[in-house]
């Protein structure tokens, strides 16, 4: 009996970007697909493990250019599913962050259709391993703390920086570029130090990424000034202090300061 059914769903996690990312579960049920809902961080090469008959639907979401909202993506893979097809449905990093997995798992089992999972590298872990370091630290980093820092337009982020401002903990900042300024000034307001190592990376385990490593106070104008167009991902913590980080990674690896 195979895993996947006519008719039936799998939300799939399409890892970081680089197509050895994905796992081997992923690229089989790819390969199985007769349609495949894929999201504006899923790359070309990923999709090159569809076959030739699948249709091929991109329902991206890259902030403030909506081109499709949730409800409908909700009603096109339950549409799909219940024409008899299997669908997959494929999402940047892994599915059960940061990546409305909830609403879909939701919208299939209330038109009765099966749904699983398949989780895939979230966009932090690709981050550490182009940096060449870890996100957590025997004795200085004990905590791995997860949030978005994405902004409705006119509206500024709501997060506790009170609880965030945590000198043991690293935290990944998602969807975090446009609200740099914010995250660091709600830090820093919060006790964080202002030297606190922060990476930024983008456009994480593809041939196009970019490292930069700054401090907590210079956050702002390194997101303005080194970031470009790509899906980038902040980190911030002492396990970002650069130790010993091996040659390849150093070599990618910008460093912003000023000098005072
Ligand atoms: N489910 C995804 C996250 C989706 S939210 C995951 O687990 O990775 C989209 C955000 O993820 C982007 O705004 C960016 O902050 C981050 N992201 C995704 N892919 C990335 C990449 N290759 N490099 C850096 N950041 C990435």
């Known amino acids: 009996m195979t895993d996947f059914p006519h008719g039936s769903v799998w939300l799939v996690g399409a890892g970081p970007g680089d197509p050895e990312l994905l ?9 199985m697909a007769d349609v ?13 493990f569809a076959p030739r008959s699948a249709r091929l639907v991109p329902v991206g979401k890259r902030s403030g250019r909506h081109s499709k909202d949730q409800k409908t993506i909700d ?19 892994d ?12 919208a299939c089992r209330a038109a009765g259709i099966a749904v699983r999972v398949c989780p895939g590298v979230t966009a932090a872990s690709a981050a550490a391993a182009d940096l ?10 004990r905590r791995l703390t997860f949030v978005t ?59 196009e990424r970019a490292q930069f490593l700054t401090r907590l106070d210079l956050l702002p104008l390194a997101a303005r000034t080194a970031l470009g167009d790509g899906p980038a991902l902040l980190l911030i913590g002492e396990a970002l202090r650069r130790r010993g980080a091996d040659a390849a990674a ?11």
């Open 149 to 207: 820092a994405h902004t409705v337009k006119g509206r500024s982020v709501d997060l506790d920086w009170q609880a965030l401002a945590d000198p043991q903990a690293t935290l990944a900042v998602y969807m975090g570029k446009a609200a740099a300024s914010e995250v660091s000034a709600g830090l820093i307001g919060a006790g964080l130090a202002p030297d606190t190592p922060v990476a930024l990376v983008e456009n994480a385990s593809l041939p």
């Open 23 to 31: 796992t081997r579960k992923a690229e089989r049920l790819i390969g």
């Open 250 to 260: 150093a070599a990618r690896l910008q460093t912003i300061t000023i000098d005072t």
């Open 36 to 48: 495949i809902f894929y999201d504006a961080l899923v790359g070309p090469g990923i999709l090159d």
């Open 75 to 93: 009603a096109l893979i339950v549409e799909a599913a219940l024409t008899g097809e299997r669908v997959v449905r494929l999402k940047g990093g």
């Open 95 to 106: 599915v059960a962050i940061f990546a409305r997995a909830t609403e879909e798992l939701d």
């Open 132 to 141: 060449g370091l870890s996100l957590t630290l025997r004795g200085l980093a």
